[in-house]
């Protein structure tokens, strides 16, 4: 049986005329008569009685359109499922956040992806350290990543999408809690809650904005992650730096405080230099256009003289 007949038999079914089926068809009615025939003569069955004022589905053509709107109907779906795979709009992608870009920036790059890209699951990998992505896009377990640059190894590509300044987390009866102005040289004698990770780049970015204000900072405690992090501030254990989006993740007992000369840390995508995967190209797109677009620096207006 060829799909085109059991196309052209829907069409008659439904229409139960053969010149407005043929019209519709964009076939001439002789060729559409003759492909039903041999339909019928394919099946040993009469699929219509025909006379000259009607045509009518016999109980073999009934149940021949209840399976060919059935078959036509799963065939169109694949149809539109292998295009919208081939345009990179369905599938699943696997994402990996770092640790505070878990909680500040992952609920609005999945509504986003969730607007634009409905077919598109999202297997999120939550607060992982950048050479665990890095480790994990080259294997393949991870599509994009979230991270904090540089990266590590080589086969990588990565776009940077923002820069967060550091920010202090303090307890908030610290002695700093209602400072106006606060600087890392205040912090020189106070006992610092760091990442447990060697290879943090935070923790690298801390290490530095405290050797330009002229000391090393004295890590007393370690944490695996940042909510841990923050709990040990909480717990009067020591102060923190963090990147700002740590703000999303409010915690009684920690006290936010900018910190001007404290610098900051950049955010990436990053991805397999060699990954040609449709749906990981449109994500991405939608990661650097909508979810994190481009910041517009406006040079301010020159004073009239």
Request: charged letters at 20%; proline letters at 8%; hydrophobic letters at 45%.
């Given at each position: 049986m060829e799909l085109r007949h059991l196309r052209y038999f829907a069409v008659v079914a439904e229409t139960c005329h053969f010149g407005r089926a043929a019209a519709r068809l964009h076939v001439a009615q002789p060729a559409l008569s003759q492909a039903i025939r041999q339909l019928e003569s394919e099946l040993d069955v009469t699929l219509f009685n025909r006379t000259t004022r009607q045509v009518a589905l016999t109980?073999?053509?009934?149940?021949?359109?209840?399976?060919?709107?059935?078959?036509?109907?799963?065939?169109?779906d694949s149809i539109r499922g292998v295009r919208r795979l081939a345009a990179g709009q369905h599938g699943l992608l696997r994402l990996g956040l770092t640790g505070t870009a878990s909680f500040s920036h992952l609920p609005r790059l999945a509504r986003v992806v969730k607007r634009e890209l409905p077919g598109v699951a999202l297997e999120i990998h939550a607060d992982m350290l950048t050479p665990e992505q890095c480790d994990g896009l080259?294997?393949?377990?991870?599509?994009?990543?979230?991270?904090r640059p540089p990266a590590s190894g080589d086969g990588l590509e990565l776009v940077t999408i923002e820069q967060e300044p550091l920010v202090l987390a303090v307890p908030a009866d610290h002695r700093l809690a209602a400072e106006p102005v606060i600087s890392l040289a205040d912090?020189?004698?106070?006992?610092?809650?760091?990442?447990?990770?060697?290879?943090?780049?935070?923790?690298?970015?801390?290490?530095?904005?405290?050797?330009?204000?002229?000391?090393?900072?004295?890590?007393?405690?370690?944490a695996p992650g940042t909510s841990v992090l923050?709990?040990?501030?909480?717990?009067?254990?020591?102060?923190?730096?963090?990147?700002?989006?740590?703000?999303?993740?409010?915690?009684?007992?920690?006290?936010?405080?900018?910190?001007?000369?404290?610098?900051?840390?950049?955010?990436?995508?990053?991805?397999?230099?060699?990954?040609?995967?449709?749906?990981?190209?449109?994500?991405?797109?939608?990661?650097?256009?909508?979810?994190?677009?481009?910041?517009?620096?406006?040079?301010?207006?020159e004073e009239p003289r």
């Open positions: 109980p073999a053509g009934e149940f021949l359109r209840a399976e060919a709107d059935r078959i036509l109907g799963a065939l169109d080259r294997s393949g377990t991870l599509d994009l990543g979230i991270l912090l020189r004698a106070e006992p610092f809650v760091t990442y447990g990770s060697r290879q943090s780049v935070v923790n690298d970015a801390v290490s530095r904005a405290c050797r330009a204000a002229g000391f090393a900072p004295h890590r007393e405690h370690e923050l709990a040990l501030v909480a717990a009067g254990l020591g102060v923190a730096l963090a990147p700002a989006g740590v703000r999303a993740l409010p915690l009684d007992g920690v006290v936010f405080r900018d910190l001007p000369d404290a610098g900051s840390v950049g955010l990436a995508l990053g991805r397999r230099a060699d990954d040609d995967s449709p749906l990981v190209d449109a994500v991405a797109r939608l990661v650097t256009e909508l979810a994190f677009p481009p910041q517009i620096t406006v040079p301010p207006t």
